[in-house]
């Protein structure tokens, strides 16, 4: 389903529910809902959002799974959150107050569901929700909770700094830090 315009617009503020369940290897994290993604109710829902072709370049999915198939990840150790709940047209619209609020509201997700890394997807959300200025993608000192934290690149068509397979060598290296425990 492609939205419509005004699909569109009523989207602005809603929410998306959590893709979690038990036993999670990995829980990514989002800054937040797009008003794409919000309107069909599928996190990185937008066609040109490479997070699930990053996925599978990645090796975390067995083939390049489509937004509509993510209840399908709690099966594979996976889940979906996102930093700030309520969807935008774009991610500069949240303030800083609501992206440490986000942080806070990870740490309590990590807590409960204990996955085995977090990793939020997205470097300059992570530094205004953590207070990490300088933080730059790949593992982090801190943890989430008990979890151990993965900074990776926003997957948005719009981040000209990392493409396809620059972006899928990130996740990679998280899968592959998995087994190790890092």
Known sequence: MTPTRDQLAEAKNLTLPDVVGPGLDVLFCGINPGLYSAATGHHFGRPGNRFWPALHLGGFTPRQFEPSEQDLLPELGLGITNLVARATARADELSDEELRAGGKRLVA??????????????????????????????????????????????????????????????????????????
Do not use: D
Not at 129 to 140: D, I, N, S, T, W
Not at 153 to 174: I, M, T, V
């Open 109 to 182: 997700l990590a807590l409960e569901h204990r996955p085995r890394a977090v990793a939020v997807v997205g470097v300059t959300a992570y530094r205004a929700a953590f207070g990490r200025k300088h933080a730059k993608v790949g593992p982090q000192q801190e943890r989430v909770g008990e979890s151990p934290l993965w900074v990776l690149p926003n997957p948005s068509g719009l981040n000209a700094h990392y493409g396809r397979e620059a972006l899928g060598a990130e996740f990679r290296a998280l899968r592959e830090a998995l087994p190790r425990g890092w």
